[in-house]
């Protein structure tokens, strides 16, 4: 009879997959997936075919409700984005840069900002509550050494898969050892010239934490241009969209057309404007990526 898990970990052709009763067992995958384009991801939730005590072959992978590319995870329901909001300093870009990469999948973003008690950060955290909670992206502020904010973590974290992503030296790495003091999470020191982490994760492993799965996921802030049209950008801007709705522009990109609804909204603060700023960047990237695809 198989038996089934999930799999936790993805190394040189292994699976390793925790069972209902937290064993976790080595195994191989089915020759047929390769000739049925099937190829198992960490987050699956598998059939497992048992060979001696801590072995075995996976026979089934169970159908995703999600699945990311860049890291390759499935079964994921939701995204905690690490930002600093001092050393290195906060950039909206880059926060609304991601966020538009978890709305591309369809997942649940959280928005957590570590270092909020230095004395850089002052102010800030309130001024990014004001741009990103009205729009429903739930905000954390975060301080491992003062001990703020890891109660609420723990709360939205409980019985979900949630991937941690965020750039080197924002702390995501120490929050992942405060979350799982017994595993083996290294924090990256932060160097006074290059002002990045050390990061040392080199594949995609979930952990079980609060009745689900915490997943340290490297490569996972470089977002994907390749199959992307400019158009679509606008759907991953939920301030954005909601006013582009009553744009009377048909295809309008809202970034030069006189009339256009966004432009008024901006000009009339109803979007905020480093978040249209983004929007641009993001815009100029994509018609770069388009160019070049053609």
């Not at 996972?220 to 582009?244: C, G, H, K």
């Amino acid at each position: 009879m198989d038996v089934p898990g999930r799999i936790t970990r993805a190394v040189a052709g292994f699976y390793y997959v925790q069972t209902q009763d937290g064993a976790v067992r080595k195994c191989r995958a089915r020759g047929v997936f390769k000739k049925r384009g099937i190829s198992p991801l960490v987050g699956d939730h598998v059939l497992m075919e048992l060979h001696g005590v801590d072995e075995g072959v996976v026979t089934e992978v169970k159908p995703r409700h999600s699945e990311l590319i860049r890291p390759p995870i499935a079964n994921v329901d939701q995204a905690l984005l690490v930002f600093s909001l001092a050393d290195p300093p906060l950039s909206f870009y880059q926060v609304d840069k991601m966020l538009a990469m978890i709305e591309s999948y369809s997942l649940r973003a959280l928005l957590g900002f570590t270092k909020v008690d230095l004395p850089e950060s002052a102010g800030l955290f309130e001024k990014v509550r004001a741009i990103y909670e009205p729009m429903g992206y739930e905000t954390v502020a975060l301080s491992v050494r003062a001990g703020i904010g890891s109660r609420r973590v723990t709360e939205l974290l409980a019985g979900r898969t949630t991937v941690l992503a965020g750039q080197s030296g924002v702390g995501k790495s120490t929050i992942l050892g405060v979350l799982l003091p017994d595993e083996d999470a290294v924090t990256g020191e932060v160097g006074e010239r290059s002002r990045r982490g050390r990061h040392t994760t080199r594949h995609v492993q979930l952990y079980p934490y609060a009745g689900g799965y915490v997943a340290d996921t490297p490569g996972f802030s470089q977002f994907d241009f390749d199959a992307m049209e400019p158009v679509q950008l606008t759907s991953l801007f939920r301030d954005i969209a909601a006013v582009a709705n009553g744009c009377a522009f048909r295809g309008c990109l809202h970034d030069q057309a006189t009339g256009c609804a966004v432009l008024q909204a901006v000009s009339k603060g109803r979007i905020d404007q480093s978040r249209y700023g983004s929007y641009r960047q993001l815009l100029a990237e994509l018609k770069d990526a388009k160019a070049r695809r053609y």
